[in-house]
């Protein structure tokens, strides 16, 4: 990996995000690390993904759309998403960024900073890190956050499901439209992980 790599993507992330998302990024990164030796995570991979997990953050829904058009990208559940909620594809593009522009090649990380905000079927555990490190960021001033922020640093795997638990839960009571990818993450977790 690029040395100067922290440089760069402080750079870039300076220049195309708003400073709270920048602000937000960091705090991702920095809890990120915290949480990664005890639970057998690389800190650099651990650092990376959560500094570039919302790289793509900025764009609207239309850029979005575009970006995926104009490489010609597909994935799963693309369609739906893009018609119902196509901000969520700010993940999928950032990993593309992470990929194209910084050129990490670190396909831990590529998955993480992909799956931060739906999860997916047999997620690693730094993929639930950043799922979980992007929910309970410092910045973060929902209801639960500093509870699972100190469930975290005891047991990753509960705060993630606990995480899991408020976002599903959230977009349901809201009357939002609730992704596949994420039940398809909520059914994975119920039948293979948690009843382990
Ligand atoms: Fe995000
Ligand atoms: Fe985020």
Redesign the pocket.
């Known amino acids: 990996m690029n040395t100067n790599i922290d440089e760069e993507i402080f750079e870039y992330l300076s220049s195309h995000l708003t400073s709270k998302r920048l602000e937000h990024s960091y705090n991702v990164a920095n809890l990120a690390v915290s949480l990664a030796e005890k639970n057998g995570i690389n800190p650099l991979k651990a650092w990376l993904a959560g500094l570039l997990?919302?790289c793509a953050?900025s764009m609207t829904d239309k850029e979005l759309i575009k970006f995926f058009k104009n490489r010609k990208k597909n994935f799963k559940y693309f369609k739906e998403i893009s018609v119902n909620s196509p901000h969520l594809l700010?993940?999928f593009a950032?990993e593309i960024i992470t990929f194209e522009y910084f050129k990490i090649k670190e396909e831990s990380v590529l998955k993480a900073i992909k799956n931060?905000?739906l999860g997916r079927e047999n997620m690693s555990i730094l993929e639930r890190l950043i799922f979980v490190s992007?929910s309970i960021s410092h910045d973060r001033k929902w209801k639960h956050a500093g509870t699972l922020r100190e469930m975290a640093k005891k047991d990753l795997n509960k705060a993630f499901f606990e995480v899991l638990i408020q976002k599903i839960t959230y977009v349901i009571c809201n009357n939002g439209w609730l992704c596949h990818q994420a039940i398809d993450t909520w059914n994975w977790y119920v039948s293979n992980v948690k009843k382990n």
Do not use: E, I, L
């Open positions: 997990h919302d953050k700010h993940s950032g931060h905000t992007d």
